[in-house]
């Protein structure tokens, strides 16, 4: 990696500074159309069938999938696509459950920040490097930082169903710098998906992939990506 002083970081939400990881309780009195009750592990088995790189996922109605492409700009879109993906007979899910899924999905507690997410937003404030969360999403991001103690750590949210623009758009990542007062060629920007954030680079930012693990199974990969770039020792 060639020398070039950063001097504003662009940090993804989802897979890279926190995971979908909701804790022990999180879905008691929640049940599946059986009567049977509903498991944490199935919860999130439920929800990762809503993850799709490309496309539209295979419970959602077909008049939805126009709509679908738009969610991360409109809150009341995606909550009618996941709603109505949740309902699908073949999801197998219980009475009022499927809206009680969505709720328990923005809150924040259902958030787990990845073990070094603290120790890398305190180093960038200690070595005065201002700080954009860039997400694709269509809820305010800023209590669920607020829940961890993590709010205060970052300069700018950059979200877009707030500034009507999704990755890998190269104009979010112009916003992103444009706040932080920093030029692209001296931001970096980090993200689990190579497709969505990886649009950094058409914007002129530097770009570091980290993988969108188990919070329990990736320790360091956030200090790791800035340490590549000289920013941590």
Known sequence: MDAVVIRGVLLDFSG???????????????????????????????????????????HLPADLHDSWHRRDLDPEVHRAGYEASLVHPDLGLGGDTPGKLYDLMLAPSSWRPYPDTEAALRLLRAKGIPVAVVSNIAWDLRDTFAHWGLDELVTEFVLSYVVGVVKPDAKIFEIACERLSVEPGAALMIGDSAKADGGAAAAGCRFERVEPQATANRQDALLGALRRHGIAD
């Open 16 to 58: 890279t500074l926190f995971r979908l990881e909701p804790g022990p309780g999180a879905v008691d009195g929640l049940h599946n159309a059986d009567g049977t009750a509903l498991t944490a592990e199935r919860y999130a088995d439920v929800l990762a069938l809503m993850t799709v790189p490309t496309g539209v996922p295979a």
